[in-house]
């Protein structure tokens, strides 16, 4: 059974894997803010375990026992963050941080029993997805608002920035998942975009916002 800290160097390398090809140490010592030969020791530690393919010099890689493992901790994670937003009334902006400290609890019952009683969610209020039991994780593909054109009407799915700060600055602009949002335009100069969703004719939004915002065309 994996430590706190190995459960929080194997969800890191599990993220950045999701992201990017060839993980190296300098990802996970940015990402974790430690030091790189804090890194290279606990991918020795992990190795020895089978949790991870460590060489030096080489890309770093979970084994299917390791990627297993870094699911399992994600799936506490996000199942965590939705009964807190579900069940207990919390804003998505809240979550974050007390899901991190939640989903060390080695009590698999707990989880199941929360699960049931969400009704077995496939996405956490952030739109990620949250594996199952086994470790299984469903990826799903979505495009960023930034990569829409003029015209497009897309439905809002996921957030690719879960920072609370991020969230807030949704919250005063009312925008959630499941809001359909049209492109009326797009500045040549900056491109960022103008556009309307719900009750708000025109809303600008920059291009840092817009890469942030994860959706899928919307057809009525």
């Known amino acids: 059974m994996a430590s706190l800290a190995e459960e929080n160097y194997l969800k890191a390398l599990y993220s950045i894997s999701n992201q990017k090809e060839g993980v190296n140490a300098s990802d996970l010592s940015s990402l974790l803010k430690v030091s790189l030969p804090t890194v290279n020791s606990m991918m020795k530690n992990l190795n020895r375990q089978g949790l991870v393919d460590y060489e030096k010099y080489?890309?770093?890689?979970?084994t299917e026992n390791g990627k297993k493992e870094a699911a399992l901790v994600l799936r506490k994670h996000r199942l965590t963050e939705m009964f807190l937003v579900d069940k207990m009334g919390f804003g998505w902006e809240e979550?974050?941080?007390i899901a991190e400290q939640l989903e060390h609890i080695v009590s698999p019952v707990l989880f199941e029993r929360m699960d049931e009683l969400l009704d077995f969610p496939t996405i956490d209020p952030h739109g990620s997805p949250i594996p199952d039991r086994n470790g299984e994780i469903e990826l799903r593909s979505y495009k960023k608002l930034s990569d829409c054109l003029k015209g497009e009407i897309v439905r809002l799915e996921a957030i690719s920035h879960d920072s609370s700060d991020f969230l807030k600055f949704l919250n005063t602009k009312d925008l959630k998942l499941g809001v359909i949002i049209e492109i009326k335009?797009?500045?040549?100069f900056d491109k960022s975009m103008n556009v309307s969703y719900s009750n708000h004719l025109t809303y600008t939004f920059s291009q840092i916002v817009c890469e942030n915002l994860l959706v899928k065309d919307y057809k009525p």
Do not use: G, R, T
């Open 185 to 188: 335009s797009i500045e040549s």
């Open 95 to 97: 979550v974050h941080e």
């Open 58 to 62: 080489k890309p770093l890689k979970l």
